[in-house]
């Protein structure tokens, strides 16, 4: 392994340890990575439709309807109809899935002090200016 895959590595484990960590102390059991990972990214995108989530997850969308069915029969998400036409269903967050997103920006805190107790005020912009330019935002 080199170097910086080995980094990539622990990084990852870290990242991994403080959000089971955190999800196990709240004992949420009925969700998988997989289904916590779709939940952030309706979240993310801010109450989108099946076809949008579908495109955003680079899955089908029968794939992702079958995994959006078990979110809304857990009482994560919820479907509403668009006022425009109501034909257009969109994925709402539902009061469970609130609390997850709850907890996941916990984690991110936990994570935030980590990094925070670690590197200085300078090498906290590098890295910032780093994690930017990586996920192609800004």
Excluded: C, W
């Excluded at 979240?43 to 495109?55: A, Q, W, Y």
Aim: hydrophobic share 35%.
């Amino acid at each position: 392994m080199t170097n910086l895959n080995t980094l990539i590595s622990y990084l990852s484990d870290l990242i991994e340890k403080i959000f089971s960590e955190t999800f196990n102390s709240y004992d949420i059991e009925d969700l998988t990575q997989q289904q916590l990972h779709y939940l952030q990214v309706i979240v993310r995108l801010h109450n989108p439709t099946i076809t949008e989530l579908s495109r955003e997850l680079k899955l089908t969308k029968p794939t992702v309807t079958v995994l959006v069915d078990k979110l809304v029969s857990r009482g994560y998400v919820r479907r509403v109809p668009s006022d425009s036409d109501r034909r257009v269903t969109h994925l709402h967050i539902d009061e469970k899935g609130k609390i997850i997103e709850q907890i996941r920006k916990s984690a991110y805190k936990q994570l935030e002090k980590k990094i925070g107790s670690e590197l200085n005020e300078t090498e906290i912009v590098i890295l910032t200016d780093i994690l930017k330019k990586l996920a192609g935002k800004y």
